[in-house]
């Protein structure tokens, strides 16, 4: 069994990518307010617009510390981001759902995303998505590294140079596979149990678009940046 070891340059690039996800971070009083006194729905759903709205503007800000990204075709740079948009979103929504919260909190926090107007159909493969994971107690490096590999995903619609996305996304996907070698030595699985999460999370921008449908109706405003990153209005 060849020993498996972190060269310099995925070290240097893991610290990138870390540093990157570190800096650009939803402000706690943003989350802290949904844990605050009893909203009603529709003030949770102007929340969460709010918080969403901020996640968007975290997003850009990492991808551009993403190394290679600003080198890519301006045009492709907007597709990738258009194309994850939503997956980033609920992947990092998960990740902040299955942090250490104190007492009571993240139930209080799950109460107010289900009051907040989100329908049924939606919120069970949601909730799912979260649960799954938060089982899989992912370490920093671990969600920033999957979170840029998400971005990076080279098919997503009117890319027109996907090879340059491959030549971005194949190095971090390698770094992944042997970051959770060594973070999970006894789970020989885990790595392609992180990668099913990617499966489930394209899965969510289906329920998500249905989801802005029926928000649409009822007439939910969105924020200027949620219209523009998800084609509304
Ligand atoms: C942290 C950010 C990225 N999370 C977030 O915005 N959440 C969270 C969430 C999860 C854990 C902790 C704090 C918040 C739950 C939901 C959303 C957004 N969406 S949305 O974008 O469809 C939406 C926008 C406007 C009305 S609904 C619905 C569900």
């Known amino acids: ?102 007492k009571g909190h993240t139930e209080v926090l799950e109460e107010r995303i289900r009051k907040s107007g989100i329908s049924e159909e939606f ?36 890319v027109r140079d996907q090879q340059a996305v491959e030549r971005l996304q194949e190095p971090m996907v390698e770094l992944l596979k042997k970051l959770c070698v060594l973070q999970h030595p006894q789970e020989p699985q885990y790595f392609a149990r992180l990668l099913g999460r990617l499966t489930e999370l394209r899965t969510l921008n289906h329920y998500h678009a249905e989801m802005l449908t029926s928000w649409r109706v009822n007439d939910h405003k969105f924020t200027p940046l949620l219209c523009e990153i998800w084609d509304v209005q």
């Open 1 to 102: 069994k060849e020993k498996v070891a972190i060269t310099k340059e995925q070290d240097a690039l893991m610290k990138l990518i870390v540093e990157a996800y570190n800096k650009h971070q939803i402000p706690q009083d943003v989350t802290k307010k949904l844990l605050q006194e009893q909203y009603s729905t529709e003030e949770n759903f102007l929340l969460l617009t709010e918080i969403a709205t901020s996640q968007v503007q975290v997003l850009v800000e990492f991808t551009k510390n993403i190394p290679g990204f600003l080198s890519l075709d301006h045009e492709d740079q907007i597709a990738l981001l258009k194309g994850s948009a939503v997956e980033a979103m609920f992947l990092r929504s998960a990740q902040v759902f299955s942090r250490k919260m104190p």
């Open 123 to 158: 919120i069970t493969p949601l909730f799912n998505f979260y649960k799954s994971v938060g089982e899989l107690h992912m370490v920093l490096e671990e969600q920033a590294l999957l979170t840029a590999i998400t971005i990076l995903t080279p098919d997503r619609p009117y």
